[in-house]
């Protein structure tokens, strides 16, 4: 039994390695470091990608652990625009550089 419970966590592990190896789920790993949080919608007018495609990847990488999503919904002009907030697992970005604000008391 453990040997197959084994065999299992090895083909999942390589399931998850050449799932990486596709160069467009990297690029969208690698927009979401760049920028930190942002949505699937600006990934996509980013990358010049449907949309579709965008969050086929997303849920691959959340699947994964490598990317947090959450449902998004926002009201422009009247119009309901449903989209997933993204950012990466464990990564906080580096501080803007410049003066920060000092403290109100």
Known sequence: MESKQRCG???TLLNYRSF?????????LECLKKYGQRLDLEIAKEMGMP???VRQ??????????????NLTRFEG???IDAWQC???GYVP???PGRKAKRTT
Request: charged share 25%.
């Open 78 to 80: 009247g119009k309901r």
């Open 9 to 11: 966590t090895v083909r």
């Open 94 to 96: 580096p501080i803007a």
């Open 57 to 70: 990847r997303l849920t691959g990488l959340a699947a994964t652990g490598a990317v947090i999503t959450c």
């Open 20 to 28: 990486f190896k596709d160069i467009r789920v990297t690029e969208v």
């Open 51 to 53: 949309l579709a495609t």
């Open 87 to 89: 950012r990466v697992s």
